[in-house]
């Protein structure tokens, strides 16, 4: 996870996000995700799995964001110092008591559990004031 407190103007100033980040022209959101956290933390990501799939409509600047989330579960490298803000390895029972979109409560239990999920989370100001979460059972 990172504590997003480095960025002037980060609209996740604060928070606890997991690593990740916007696509490059013509890749894949495997490649995105394995490229996001080479840049964000210097680990080299070697197996995925894709747990779910997210929109926030509207979310910033009026633009909707999507997010394609994936658990880890196999790595090479150390951490090394992010930009962005600064990096930890969490607990599982303690990631609900830190400082996350109110949305992300919601979610990162399922990642946890088989299957798959979508959702959509919109945000006022901040609050989260809509949602909608669909679990997708395995096999």
Same mark, same amino acid.
């Given at each position: 996870?990172?504590?997003?407190?480095? #960025? &002037? +103007?980060?609209?996740?100033?604060? #928070?606890? +996000?997991?690593? /990740? /980040?916007?696509? *490059? =022209?013509?890749?894949?959101?495997?490649?995105? %995700?394995?490229? !996001?956290? &080479?840049? !964000?933390?210097?680990?080299? %990501?070697?197996?995925?799995?894709? #747990?779910?799939? $997210?929109?926030? =409509?509207?979310?910033? +600047?009026? *633009?909707?964001? @999507?997010?394609? %989330?994936? %658990?880890?579960?196999?790595? !090479?490298? !150390?951490?090394?110092?992010? $930009?962005?803000? +600064?990096?930890?390895?969490i607990e599982n029972d303690e990631l609900l008591n830190l400082p996350l979109w109110e949305g992300d409560?919601?979610?990162?239990?399922?990642?946890? &559990?088989?299957?798959?999920?979508?959702?959509?989370?919109? @945000? *006022?100001? /901040? #609050?989260?004031?809509?949602? &909608?979460?669909?679990? @997708? =059972?395995?096999?």
């Amino acid at each position: 996870m990172i504590h997003r407190v480095k #960025k &002037q +103007n980060d609209i996740h100033q604060g #928070k606890w +996000n997991g690593l /990740g /980040g916007k696509f *490059e =022209p013509g890749e894949t959101p495997e490649e995105c %995700v394995r490229r !996001e956290v &080479q840049e !964000e933390a210097g680990l080299r %990501v070697k197996h995925l799995h894709l #747990k779910g799939f $997210l929109s926030f =409509p509207k979310f910033a +600047n009026d *633009e909707d964001w @999507y997010a394609f %989330v994936f %658990v880890c579960d196999e790595f !090479e490298g !150390e951490i090394a110092d992010s $930009l962005e803000g +600064n990096l930890a390895w969490i607990e599982n029972d303690e990631l609900l008591n830190l400082p996350l979109w109110e949305g992300d409560r919601l979610f990162l239990p399922l990642l946890d &559990q088989p299957g798959f999920f979508s959702g959509k989370f919109v @945000y *006022e100001d /901040g #609050k989260l004031v809509e949602h &909608q979460l669909i679990c @997708y =059972p395995s096999g």
